[in-house]
């Protein structure tokens, strides 16, 4: 008999839609009991949403009773959503029947059993228990009684993620964000949590997250920085979760940086465009609060009618009116930011958009709107009527001109100037109509604007083929006002000398011969014509008038007989009358005869005789000058009488009182005049005289007469203040001056230009004095002296020896005024036990000793008495000999009777005063002064077998102001050489091979040469005679360089080359050979005055080195020649 028992238990699970799930197992237990088990099993098997499903457990157990036990097991789910747990426990009996072998029977029987479980606190993470205890009955006609009991604890877990958005990665403080997890799940599993830390790259702590309170929508969190967090969380990062059961079992977790909060838009305003297509509209946000002092904020301003990606786009992107720009919070002023340069937007608006600033959080709410700006119509105008001028130049011509569109109100209009300006802008005066008038002919240029100053533009069609006005192009209303053709005109003919046409002055002063002709043109024919004494207003009618020339359209009037004076015209023409514009009918002018001004004549002194003949210096006494105003009468033509505006005629009085006319003098100008009275008399063009006239006729000639005369004589006279010392400066001199003429010149011999000098030296002062004329005059005054004070030193004897009292000094004093008194000091101290001219048992030291005479002229000498030196000798530095060279050791000391021992640790000895070595040793002297004073040095001499030379040569002959050149021919040439030059010397050049010097002044002079080889040196002098100039003519200055080539070829040669030489202009050259071995001039020649020189030489000399030296009047130049 066999028995079957099928037991099934499906516990339901509510996690539909967890991303991850876990089924934790433990403390299982399976307890059977009863006869004839011969198997048993226990299944779970896990269903899932997919329609899939895993065996998580299974296990056969024993026969027979038992107690069974497995371990804890958990089981993960990843991507997996659990729709039920199903358990299964399968007991299989032993047949009887069939002897005892464990087979099913009846083989269909199953048994299931379901276990409900509560659909509530599914994710609670508490640990559940199942049990399940059967009791089977004896299976039918069967003998076996089934006893199992199936226990264990599981927990169901389930992660939930939350969704990460890739776009928002940040929030902002003060803003609201929207976190979502896993939806559609049991609202238990949305258990939030969050945690913040320093930054992205810290992971968060288990233990530290903190529980926010399920939300509404559990699925959906709305989360507010500032309504849990402190302000001291911005700049971290904050986490969010949901809570599972295990920290090992977690969702999904995201981040957000913490973000300041960028102002919030909580208000705003717009002004609207002026003009239609005009940028000028403006919006003006109002914000919550402003930026922080180092924040910024990106804006920009978008077109909500015009989007630029995909319309089904999700993030739909719009055309930027105003794009992305910076503000900080300089730019928000009262939380207030105005955007400028806005155009009209369409019915769609205009968007705000916050792309973000300088760690500002600007995404969301409050950080966006929608705004319109207004723009109005665009302006329209034409021109409705006009009407022409009536007169030539006329202004009374009318435009009228209508308006429409735009503000509808305040409309102007502007004359477009000539060069395309805009005239000045003038309103409307009739609303949307005006005339404008006052208008001459010409093409008249318009514009119109509106209230707003928006002008009215030309109109084209757009896409849609409606007019729209062209923003680049202003409505110009263009029309043509005309005229009548003619203009009344006058024209005055010209005065000139011709009486016998045209117009014509007064001849003469006082005459009434002038007269005016004029030529009337345009207007219209016949004229009215009226001419009036300006000055008088009385009507003039002696005129005279010509027919009106058809063909040229003028018609000639003239007034005679008039004399000077200033005479109008005036002429009207045919239309006159009835013209509103009257100017062009009319024309008026005035015309001046004059009459020459009346003769006059000035005669000037212009430059008095300048020194009286008596003067003591031939100075000029006939240079005077007179010089004849002319004014008036009518002027010579410039190209009469040599320019001159008048005919000149000079007299001069002679001894008998009688003036004689002086024939040559015909200039204005008089020159050379010696003192005496002189007159003039002038000619003008007309022949009218200096003189009285009678009806047009001259009665009497009247001369201008001048009397020149001579200077007073120039006088010098002095006052002076003579010297109290003879070595004073207080002396001083005046010079009083008088005759002459003044604002005299004054020099003195020592350069003073002062009447007074002061600071006199004894001595004679001359001075010069010059006038304004130039005459001179001379002086001198002499400054006197008392004898000089003089101090001579009689005896002057430091101490013997080294830190002596035994010095003495002795004065002779002479001049000044005798009862001298003397002041001794001792480097500035006084020494009182002297007082005299002599003083003895003195130390060394600096002696400063002051005589005064009885006049208190002082005179100071400064006297040093030495201290003998302790080793009274020195003999210098140590030496280095180079080969052959010798050293004299010089020991003298200046006191006779000194006695001398030299020693050497080479063994040598002497009792000299001097010796010459040559070999290496220290060398030792040892001496003592007749008087007992001892001293001594020593001197190190070394040697070295290195050659070494010093020598140079320089040209036989060299002369002041030339350049003189020396060649160093040290063989070897040393590692350095050194010149030494005395203070004479003007250096033009210098190398260690040439020198090139120049001498102002004859004389000897001592040039030294030194090498160096190592520290061992050699010195070599010789004495340079300098000349008078060789005799080679100065050819004047020439700049620098003068000798511009100087070339040797071949070089080396046997004797036969050429010199090639250029200068900078002709001068004669000298050309002079020497031998660097015996320096000796060996070949001389001289070249007349050339600018390029070619010079063959054939020369026979001996195989060395040789120096050619070439001298010009502007210097000289070497070159070395070799000869082989």
Same mark, same amino acid.
């Given at each position: ?16 839609? &967890? ?70 426990? /399968? ?29 509530? =606190? ?14 089977? @009955? ?91 967090? @402190?302000?001291? +969380? ?19 977790? #995201? ?15 717009? !002004?609207? #465009? ?37 319309? $089904? ?36 608006? /205009? ?16 950080h966006t709107i929608d705004f319109k700006i207004y723009e109005p119509d665009f302006v329209t105008s034409k021109i409705t009527r006009f009407t022409e001028v009536y007169c030539k130049d006329g202004a009374d011509g009318t435009i009228t001109i209508e308006a429409d569109g735009g503000s509808e109100t305040g409309y102007q209009f502007s004359i477009v100037n000539d060069d395309g300006s805009d005239g000045t802008w003038i309103p409307f005066t009739n609303g949307k109509s005006h005339t404008i008038t006052d208008l001459p002919a010409n093409t ?15 109109? #084209? ?34 005065? !000139? ?6 117009? *014509? ?39 005279? +008038? ?39 009918? /009319? ?27 008596? =003067? ?55 020159? *050379? ?37 001579? @200077? ?30 003044? =604002? ?10 002062d009447p007074k000098i002061e600071n006199l030296e004894k001595g004679n002062y001359l001075l010069f004095v010059t006038d304004a004329k130039g005459c001179q005059a001379t002086s001198q005054v002499r400054i006197e002296a008392p004898n000089v004070l003089d101090i001579a030193i009689l005896e002057q004897n430091a101490p013997v020896c080294n830190n002596g009292a035994d010095g003495v000094i002795s004065l002779g004093i002479s001049g000044g005024l005798e009862e001298y008194t003397y002041s001794w000091l001792k480097e500035g101290t006084p ?23 009885? *006049? ?89 077998? $290195?050659?070494?030379?010093?020598? /140079? ?11 003189? &050149?020396? #060649? ?16 004479? &010397? ?7 091979? =040439? ?15 030194? !090498? ?87 020369? $026979? ?10 001298? $010009? ?12």
């Amino acid at each position: 008999m066999k028995k079957l028992f099928f037991l099934l238990f499906i516990i339901g699970s509510s996690v539909l839609n &967890a991303q991850n799930s876990r089924i934790e197992i433990s403390d299982f237990s399976f307890e059977s009991d009863g006869g004839g088990v011969c198997e048993n099993y226990v299944k779970l098997t896990v269903s899932f949403e997919d329609g899939t499903s895993d065996v998580i457990f299974y296990k056969d157990f024993e026969s027979g009773p038992f107690i069974s036990t497995v371990p804890d097991s958990t089981y993960n789910f990843p991507g997996k959503k659990i729709r039920e747990i199903k358990v299964e426990q /399968f007991t299989h009996l032993t047949n009887v029947d069939n002897g005892g072998f464990c087979s099913y029977y009846p083989p269909s029987f199953t048994a299931q059993f379901s276990y409900p479980i509560p659909i509530f =606190n599914y994710n609670d993470c508490s640990l559940k228990t199942y049990t399940k205890y059967v009791r089977q @009955p004896p299976i039918i006609g069967g003998l076996r009684t089934i006893y199992n009991e199936l226990k264990f604890d599981y927990k169901i877990s389930n992660s939930v993620d939350v969704l990460n958005d890739p776009i928002k990665t940040q929030l902002g403080y003060d803003d609201p964000i929207t976190i979502n997890a896993t939806p559609n799940l049991d609202s238990s599993f949305y258990n939030w949590q969050y945690q913040v830390v320093s930054g992205p790259s810290i992971q968060p702590t288990s233990n530290l997250w903190t529980d926010v309170p399920r939300p509404t929508t559990p699925a959906t969190l709305k989360f507010t920085a500032n309504a849990i967090l @402190p302000n001291s +969380s911005i700049g971290k990062y904050i986490y969010f979760r949901i809570k599972p059961c295990n920290d090992d079992f977690q969702g999904k977790i #995201v981040g957000y940086d913490i973000l300041p909060s960028a102002p919030k838009i909580i208000n705003y305003t717009t !002004t609207p #465009v002026t003009c239609y297509g005009a940028n000028n509209g403006t919006v003006t946000l109002q914000f919550n609060k402003n930026l922080g002092n180092k924040e910024s904020l990106a804006i920009e301003v978008v077109d909500l009618s015009k989007q630029i990606n995909d319309i $089904t786009s999700s993030e739909p992107l719009y055309e930027a009116v105003i794009p992305g720009f910076s503000i900080t919070s300089k730019d928000i002023i009262n939380n207030k930011l105005t955007i400028t340069g806005l155009r009209g937007s369409n019915p769609e608006n /205009f968007r705000i958009q916050f792309l973000g600033g300088s760690g500002l959080f600007a995404d969301g709410a409050k950080h966006t709107i929608d705004f319109k700006i207004y723009e109005p119509d665009f302006v329209t105008s034409k021109i409705t009527r006009f009407t022409e001028v009536y007169c030539k130049d006329g202004a009374d011509g009318t435009i009228t001109i209508e308006a429409d569109g735009g503000s509808e109100t305040g409309y102007q209009f502007s004359i477009v100037n000539d060069d395309g300006s805009d005239g000045t802008w003038i309103p409307f005066t009739n609303g949307k109509s005006h005339t404008i008038t006052d208008l001459p002919a010409n093409t008249y240029s318009i514009k119109v604007r509106d209230g707003n100053e928006c002008v009215a533009k030309e109109l #084209v069609p757009d896409t849609d083929g409606n007019d729209t006005p062209d923003q680049d192009k202003d409505l110009i209303l263009e029309q043509l006002i005309e005229e009548p053709t003619s203009v009344l005109a006058l024209e005055f003919l010209a005065v !000139t000398t011709d009486r016998t046409a045209m117009s *014509n002055d007064a001849k003469a002063f006082g005459f009434t011969d002038g007269r005016i002709t004029a030529v009337v043109t345009g207007g219209t024919a016949p004229y009215t014509v009226e001419w009036k004494n300006k000055n008088t207003g009385v009507v003039v009618t002696t005129v005279s +008038s010509t027919p009106f020339d058809d063909v040229e359209e003028s018609q000639t009037v003239t007034l005679n007989t008039i004399g000077e004076g200033t005479y109008t015209l005036t002429v009207t023409d045919f239309n006159h009358t009835q013209a509103t514009q009257k100017a062009t009918c /009319f024309a008026e002018g005035d015309f001046s005869i004059t009459q020459p001004d009346k003769l006059l004549l000035t005669l000037e002194e212009i430059n008095p005789v300048s020194c009286n003949s008596f =003067n003591e210096f031939n100075n000029p006494v006939g240079d005077g000058e007179l010089v004849a105003h002319g004014t008036g009468g009518v002027q010579l033509n410039m190209l009469e009488n040599n320019g001159l505006p008048y005919y000149y005629t000079w007299k001069k009085e002679d001894e008998n009182g009688v003036f004689q006319e002086l024939l040559e003098e015909k200039d204005s100008i008089l020159s *050379n005049a010696t003192a005496a009275r002189y007159s003039v008399n002038i000619r003008d063009a007309n022949g009218i005289l200096i003189g009285n006239y009678v009806n047009n006729s001259l009665d009497t000639e009247t001369d201008v007469v001048h009397d020149l005369l001579d @200077p007073e004589p120039l006088v010098i006279t002095f006052t002076k203040g003579d010297l109290k010392c003879s070595d004073g400066t207080e002396g001083w001199a005046e010079a009083n001056i008088t005759g002459g003429t003044g =604002n005299y010149t004054l020099k003195w011999s020592n350069g003073a230009t002062d009447p007074k000098i002061e600071n006199l030296e004894k001595g004679n002062y001359l001075l010069f004095v010059t006038d304004a004329k130039g005459c001179q005059a001379t002086s001198q005054v002499r400054i006197e002296a008392p004898n000089v004070l003089d101090i001579a030193i009689l005896e002057q004897n430091a101490p013997v020896c080294n830190n002596g009292a035994d010095g003495v000094i002795s004065l002779g004093i002479s001049g000044g005024l005798e009862e001298y008194t003397y002041s001794w000091l001792k480097e500035g101290t006084p020494i009182t036990n002297h007082s005299g001219f002599y003083a003895n048992n003195l130390t060394a030291g600096d002696y400063t000793i002051t005589v005064t005479d009885a *006049n208190l002229c002082s005179k100071t000498v400064e006297i040093n008495l030495a201290n003998p030196s302790l080793d009274l000798i020195n003999l210098g530095e140590d030496r280095l000999l180079c080969g052959g060279q010798s050293i004299v050791l010089d020991a003298t000391y200046h006191s006779e009777g000194t006695t001398y021992v030299w020693t050497s640790d080479t063994g040598f000895t002497s009792t000299s005063s001097t010796i010459e070595v040559t070999e290496a040793g220290t060398y030792t002297v040892v001496l003592t002064t007749l008087l007992g004073c001892n001293g001594g040095d020593s001197i190190t001499i070394s040697t070295t077998d $290195t050659p070494i030379d010093a020598h /140079f040569i320089v040209s036989t002959q060299a002369f002041a102001g030339e350049e003189l &050149a020396l #060649v160093n021919i040290s063989e070897p040439l040393g590692d350095t050489v050194e010149w030494f030059f005395p203070p004479e &010397a003007q250096i033009i050049a210098e190398t260690k091979e =040439n020198v090139i010097l120049l001498f102002d002044a004859p004389g000897a002079y001592d040039i030294i040469l030194r !090498t160096n080889q190592g520290t061992c040196f050699l010195e070599y002098m010789k004495t340079i005679r300098i000349g008078e100039a060789a005799d080679i003519p100065d050819i004047g200055d020439a700049e620098t360089p003068f000798i511009q080539d100087f070339k040797i070829f071949p070089n080396p040669s046997n004797g036969d080359f050429s010199v090639s030489i250029n200068l900078t202009e002709a001068s004669p050259i000298s050309l002079k050979i020497f031998n660097m071995a015996s320096q000796g001039l060996v070949h001389e020649r001289q070249e007349k005055a050339e600018a390029s020189f070619e010079l063959a030489y054939g020369v $026979t000399l001996a195989s060395g080195t040789y120096v050619l030296l070439l001298e $010009t009047a502007k210097g000289s130049e070497i070159r070395k020649i070799i000869i082989k």
